[in-house]
């Protein structure tokens, strides 16, 4: 038993010995960027970076390939260090199956110097290598630890090569429905075998892209160092406190080569950093004019196959569902809209306002279903972040369809006032009840008795209810209150022009038809005001007429005397002339007689009035006409001569009228007259005519 104990321990030992070939890969720096990546951020990448290539040759001079001298040596053949091998080993990556995976990222050749010592030959320029590109942490935890190791393989340990190739292949065999990455990732082992076999330097070249979906938003996550050393290194004098302070502090998106080399500044070793880089999911933008019933259901098979390809998370998934059923009712009112830009053309009124009335119940319907959504996802940061800026760009297309003409936009203004309403009604700004009162009032091109049979129609008819009630009592019902104190008297006449105002400008019938009903109470009073006046003066005209118009007959019947006493049948033009004046002075007698005659006690204002009127006309024309008169034959308003009576007296006693005209004026100046005297008529002022209301 002790024999075999010994042999036991010196196989290990020298086992033990034979092990030194790996090199120690030790994780000497870990941090995350202060910023808070919220659920959305559901991707990513992993770029590799390689310091102080050169400083391989160094590292690989401390380790002894060669065993130890005893008795076994014999047992054992020489062995050369032929390459030195990096691999990538990402855990708990479901996407690539229930193994954890590694594939290569460097095999450097290894040969010797002229002293015999070992050297490979490693650009310090190598650029970064991105081995994962938009993995899905749907299918991984929060990140990935992609843990690095490095072996140095001698000559006697070529098939592990092999061996690590071969147990890769078999693990994403296993996957059962192999994508572009997983090709892309068998491709990049042919690569390596390819390289293997041709004892050519290998570096990881193909990107291990998973989601295809371009214009990510990238931010830098976190950054691991891993030094590499062996045994025998000295120990490590890395610095990280400059990097630290820059992973607090930065504000960038991407980190590079260069930066991170002036902030580790160091030479002492072979380093590798491993960047990871967080990236957000963005949706696949759609333009309005896009959205159709073809485009929505790719849109919905490609949503099906990334989630179920592992692509995008189930938060994710539920909320494209979501933004599908939104394009949807969107590409309903587009038809809608559609129809009725049809009938307009046509020029269908009927056809018009249905076609209309339907374009308000499905933009009704869009805003209502984003304010559903809005709701549902208030506190969800992949709403607010990513797809709340799609919904509204989609809102902004509906809203501009809705410019197309003014019926369209009286439409979507109905409908944004109406929706808000609904979700809150304050009644407390006249102002701004007003404003919605306006927009809600376009309800008045559609029939009473459609809106009265649909959802909407009632829900308009019921805010404009509730607004009319407010607006009437908070700034009408005072006004009306007000000008019914206010006596209805000439110096009150301006009084209802502020409410009529008010009334003219509102958009509620109500207070409209109050208002109106009030201003006219008020002017029907100053009407019975002015209609009193008015009745006075015809009263005292009637008088003043009474007693011209036996002034009146009296003068017409002389002047009718005069004419036939001194013509007989035959006229001259002139007083032809005068006679027709005489004739309008008789009518005028006649007109004044029948018009003072007329009860105007239950006639309106402005009859009484234009009554008023012309009795003093006619009063002035026949005034007029008579002076006319007078002026031109003063003689036809004197007295007609007398004829003596008969005597038996001789024929040359009978004086003929050139006789009489030989008499003296005294003799004729005391003939009687039958002049009456003049009655003068002072003017009366007119009334005011009936106000007249709206």
Known sequence: MRKIAFTFLLVLAVARALAQHDVNTTLCFSDTVKFSFSSEWQYLSTDIYLFNGEKFSK??????????????????????????????????????????????????QVNRDKDNKYQTFVSDKIDKIRIIDNLPLYTASDKIDAEIKVRAITTNERDQLISLVATQLQTM?????????????????????????????????????????????????????YSLTTDKSRPLTLNTSNLKSYMDTVRTSEINRDVLDSLLRYRQYPLIVVANYKSLYKMEQIRGDEVNQ????????????????????GETYRQEKDFINFLTVFSGLKGMMEIYSLNYRMGNPDAVTNGLFKVLQGYRQLLKLYDEIEFKYRNNSTFLTVFKSEYTSILGFASLYLEDDQNLKQTKNLVKTMVALEKEIKLVDPY???????????????????LEQAIEGQIIINQIGLLEKFIFEKSFAPEIAKLGTVK???????????LKEKANNTACVTCREQSLAAIKD??????????????????????????KLFSYFDKTELIEKNIKYQYRDTLPASVEFLRGKLLEIKRDMGN??????????????????ELNS?????????????????????????????????????VEEIKTPAAIEDKKPAEVENHPTTEHPKVEVKPVEPTKQEVKTE
Request: charged share 30%.
């Open 59 to 108: 590292l690989i001079n401390e380790m002894n390939f060669e065993p130890k001298r005893g008795w076994l040596k014999k047992n054992w053949s020489q062995e050369e260090l032929e390459y030195l091998f990096i691999t990538a080993q990402l855990k708990d990556v479901k996407f690539f199956g229930d193994k954890d995976i590694a594939y290569p990222i460097y095999n450097f």
């Open 173 to 225: 065999s296993k996957i059962p429905t192999p994508t572009t990455a997983v090709f892309s990732l068998l491709k990049e082992f042919g690569n390596f075998l390819e390289a293997n076999s041709k004892r050519k330097e290998y570096r990881f070249s193909s990107t291990i892209r998973l989601f295809e979906q371009k214009n990510f938003d990238t931010r830098l996550h976190s950054i691991k160092i």
């Open 294 to 313: 073809s485009n929505i259901d790719k849109r919905k098979l490609r949503i099906e196959n990334d989630f179920k390809a592992g692509l995008i998370n």
């Open 432 to 450: 701004v009840c007003e404003n919605n009162l306006r927009n809600l009032r376009f309800s008045d091109i559609f029939k009473r008795a459609n």
């Open 488 to 498: 209805p008297l000439p110096q009150n006449v301006s009084a209802p022009e502020k």
């Open 522 to 547: 008020f002017y029907d009073g100053l009407n019975s005001y002015y209609k009193a006046i008015a009745l006075r003066r015809r009263d005292s005209i009637a008088l003043v007429v009474e007693n």
């Open 592 to 609: 004044l007689n029948d018009f003072t005659k007329i009860n105007v006690a239950d006639k309106p204002l402005n009859i009484i009035d």
């Open 614 to 650: 012309k009795l003093v006309g006619l009063i002035g024309s026949i005034e007029e006409n008579l002076s006319y008169i007078a002026e031109k034959r003063p003689d036809f308003v004197k007295p007609v001569p007398v004829q003596p009576a008969k005597v038996d007296k001789p």
